[in-house]
């Protein structure tokens, strides 16, 4: 008898979920397939969900996945730092895949930016292997996937976010090049702004200051290592820019970060930099997502912007290391505060959504 799995199908836009069964498939021999445990709601998918974006429809949304192999293809000895893989291992892999040699890949080492890159969650459930996405039983891995085991000691709930937003994470603070002693500002305090917090005092920041127009996440910001936070909501951008600049003396903030996904915050953070100050952006993921910035004012304040978009599997092996590392002193199992199955998919959603949680769990 065929073995068949669960899926949470998005057939368009804002209809409710519908759980369908399709067939599973033994796992070739450079696949792996493995059984969820865990799959949590990403901004971009509520986005795709509210039809902000395109995704391909009917199809299995999420990205943010933790499982048990159930099946190791022949070909895959190994996990990206050379342990050894074996069926009921619990892993985490890139949220995106990628196949043959690409410029980006080859040239400029930046495989997360290769033509023909596909992204889990991104596909449609019709096709073989039908299970590309977190909101199912099982997912299969397929080649180009950068495959990661997970020790014991960390939980579920701390290693869902590893392969989006911690690894994005890491990516971006990179990119800042924040140094021992940097003051850093963080614009916007969801998933990614507080492990933006941890991570720079992790990399030797000596003062984090967190910004968002949401109490609780500002509140829960210190508790990720955000020596000062401000309710942008309560103040006039200018009053905001005076108030930040005055907790960096002489001059401003080192780097500033933006994960808050406004343009509009741009130009104020650009504002809270020193001369010298270093600025990348990883939220202004919608396009149209237009500046105005005086030019003259990046020039003659030498000022470095970057964006960064995607990361590199190294940044995966990075986020496991920070987040062990870590565990003991940021209260990561906490960003995931609630679960939900397979069926209860559209109250996660909604809840997911309107922000009344910071990251909803499918345990299915
Ligand atoms: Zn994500």
Redesign the pocket.
């Known amino acids: 008898m065929t073995r068949t799995g669960r899926a949470a199908v998005y057939d368009a836009p804002n209809l409710p979920f519908v759980i369908r069964r399709y067939p599973v498939r033994d796992a070739r021999p450079d696949e792996m397939l493995v059984r969820i445990t865990m799959s949590t709601i ?4 509520i986005h795709s969900y509210q039809g902000h974006r395109p995704n391909p429809a009917p199809g299995i949304l999420g ?2 996945i933790v499982g048990v192999i159930d099946q190791l293809g022949a070909n895959i000895l190994h996990d990206m730092r050379a342990d050894t893989l074996a069926v009921g291992d619990r892993v985490t892999w890139t ?1 995106f895949f990628h196949q043959g040699s690409s410029y980006y890949r080859d040239v400029h080492d930046m495989p997360q930016k290769s033509p023909g890159l596909r992204k889990y969650g991104h596909d449609l459930v019709a096709d073989d292997p039908h299970f590309l996405g977190g909101f199912a039983d099982y997912c299969y891995i397929l080649p180009g996937t950068g495959i990661l085991k997970l020790p014991d000691e960390i939980s579920d709930e701390e290693a869902v976010p590893l392969n ?2 911690v690894a994005t994470m890491i990516a971006i603070t990179e990119a800042a090049d924040i140094d021992l002693g940097d003051t850093v500002v963080v614009q916007g305090l969801g998933l990614l702004g507080l492990y933006g917090c941890a991570i720079a005092k992790a990399r030797g920041a000596r003062r984090v200051i967190g910004l968002d127009a949401v109490a609780n996440r500002v509140a829960l910001a210190r508790r990720f290592g955000a020596d000062v936070t401000f309710d942008v909501s309560a103040m006039s951008g200018d009053d905001l820019v005076a108030a930040v600049r005055a907790e960096c003396p002489p001059d401003g903030a080192d780097v500033g970060i933006e994960v808050c996904g406004f343009a509009d915050a741009v130009p104020a953070g650009i504002a809270m930099l020193r001369i010298g100050g270093r600025y990348v952006t990883g939220g202004l993921v919608n396009p149209g997502s237009t500046l105005t910035l005086d030019g003259n004012d990046i020039l003659r304040r030498w000022i470095t912007i970057k964006g960064v978009h995607n990361y590199h599997p190294r940044h995966l092996v990075q986020a496991l290391d920070f987040v062990i590392g870590n565990r003991a002193r940021f209260p990561f199992a906490e960003m995931v505060e609630s679960k939900f199955s397979l069926d209860q998919i559209d109250e996660a959603f909604a809840r997911a959504a309107d922000r009344s949680v910071l990251r909803a769990a499918i345990v299915p």
């Open positions: 990403c901004r971009s998918d990205h943010e949220m989006c937003g």
